[in-house]
């Protein structure tokens, strides 16, 4: 699956996740310590689980979930291959784990081509994540039209389909009652299974985001498709709920009941409350997005007025509250802006130092990336801010003349109220 922006979407359970829009509340904002702006520097190295490599540039994580599941394919296969192969004895495990890591291979080829083709649409990848139902590519934007919408999502179960051809070709050269004719088999059919499933026409899986990529071709609005493919996504988590079950004890009729039964059940259970629960959230991020355009630098911009480095703090303060401004701007002797005085250092400075207390010592340089275009909004702004972590920004106009001040804090705030005015799905 590939998860962009609306939820997410799967490859056996994998996905092409563009996330949610950046979220700015994280540590650092004004009034703490820390010098941290809306989100660490990219946190794309932490809670991914552990370092596989970086194709094309994106690191690809295996979560500890997979080595559960690893173990999983591995007792299950295994007791096939007994049936099949009685004669390898013990030596099954080994060949059965090798299958799970041959298998989730699969996924991640899967999950590259949704990678691949976000690159090519110049959409920036965060990481590529193996876990306990397959894979997740986040990407970090959405598609800007309903063709590179679809084309992003088919690419996955494409390959899928690719990689069964190539293995079911490869059964044709070697005996089927043998190890390589037993491995191809199964890595011909999971990957067939693979793209079946996530051509399902519901959100969160790469169907739903193909169904979306039609609807909002028809009808003009992206929201259109994902309320459309996130509704169908939650009638095909009940589908799945109840029909799983009922299909497989179709051909069980003598163990209803039986422990087959209670694992066939519990496994359409998580398939379907994965199901439901990314259609929602597919939903709800949509909703968001919608909401996203009212962050503005220009309305969240707070006022500020230049100072000398050697200003007091005191009289500092005493001239933005004259002028009714929130920040201070430190500029050298031709009027240029250098530097920004943090809001956590002035809070952290008692009244009665304040006299002593000159504004350069509680400032910030400017460095590249903290100057911002008073034009940006939305996921433009989020994204200007996590590139360049800081408390506040200078907000520029086109011409360069200085607007004013961003906090980070602000910008928080006004995320926060856009989230509660997002109904829950």
């Known amino acids: 699956m590939e998860n962009s922006g609306q939820g997410g979407s799967g490859s056996g359970g994998a996905d092409h996740q ?12 004004p009034g703490g310590p820390g010098e941290h702006g809306p ?43 007994d049936r099949v192969l009685p004669e390898l004895g013990r030596a099954r495990y080994l060949v059965s ?40 590519s986040e990407i970090e934007k959405e598609s800007e039209t309903p063709g590179r919408e679809f084309v992003l999502a088919f ?10 051809g190539v293995f079911w070709v490869g059964m044709q050269a070697v005996e089927p009652d043998t190890v390589p004719g037993v491995l191809l088999a199964g890595l011909m059919v999971s990957n067939l299974l ?23 071709k028809i009808t ?23 029909g799983l079950p009922l299909l497989t004890q179709a051909y069980r009729a003598d163990d209803f009941g039986g422990v087959d039964s209670l694992t066939d059940a519990l496994l359409a259970a998580i398939l379907a409350a994965i199901i439901w629960t990314g259609a929602g959230n597919s939903l709800r991020m949509a909703r968001l997005r919608e909401r996203l355009p009212g962050l503005r630098a220009r309305t969240l911009t707070r006022r500020a007025v230049p100072v000398a480095p050697t200003t007091p703090l005191s009289e500092a303060l ?55 275009s008073a034009e940006l909004s939305g996921e433009d702004l989020l994204e200007a801010l996590r590139q360049t972590p800081a408390t506040e920004y200078l907000v520029v106009e086109e011409t360069g003349e200085v607007y004013g001040v961003l906090s980070t804090a602000d910008v928080e705030r006004a995320f926060v109220a856009a989230m509660a005015r997002t109904p829950a799905p």
């Not at 552990?50 to 599941?69: C, E, K, T």
């Not at 690419?155 to 069964?164: F, I, R, Y």
């Not at 996530?198 to 990529?213: K, S």
């Not at 003009?220 to 109840?242: C, E, K, Q």
């Open 39 to 81: 989100g660490p520097r990219r946190p794309r190295e932490s809670g991914g689980g552990i370092l596989m490599g970086r194709p094309f540039g994106v690191p690809v994580y295996v979560a500890p979930s997979w080595f559960l599941v690893a173990a999983l394919i591995t007792w299950v296969f295994g007791g096939q291959l």
């Open 155 to 164: 690419v996955g179960p494409l390959l899928s389909l690719v990689l069964a």
């Open 18 to 29: 563009a996330g949610q829009p950046g979220d700015p509340r994280k540590p650092g904002g």
């Open 220 to 242: 003009g609005r992206p929201m259109a498709g994902t309320v459309a493919a996130a509704w169908v996504g939650r009638a095909l988590a009940v589908s799945v709920l109840v």
């Open 97 to 136: 784990l090798f299958f799970a890591v041959a298998f989730y291979a699969s996924v991640l080829v899967h999950e590259l081509a949704h990678t691949v083709a976000a690159l090519r649409f110049r959409l920036p990848v965060r990481r590529i994540q193996l876990q306990f139902f397959g894979g997740v």
């Open 318 to 372: 005493r001239r933005a509250n004259e002028e009714g401004a929130r920040a201070l701007v430190v500029v050298d002797a031709a009027g240029a802006p250098t530097a920004l005085v943090r809001e956590s250092a002035i809070v952290g400075i008692p009244v009665h130092r304040r006299p002593w207390v000159t504004v350069d010592t509680l400032a910030q340089d400017i460095q590249d990336g903290m100057r911002i």
């Open 194 to 216: 693979v793209a079946v499933f996530n051509l399902l026409p519901g959100l969160p899986l790469d169907g739903g985001r193909m169904l979306r990529a039609v609807v909002w």
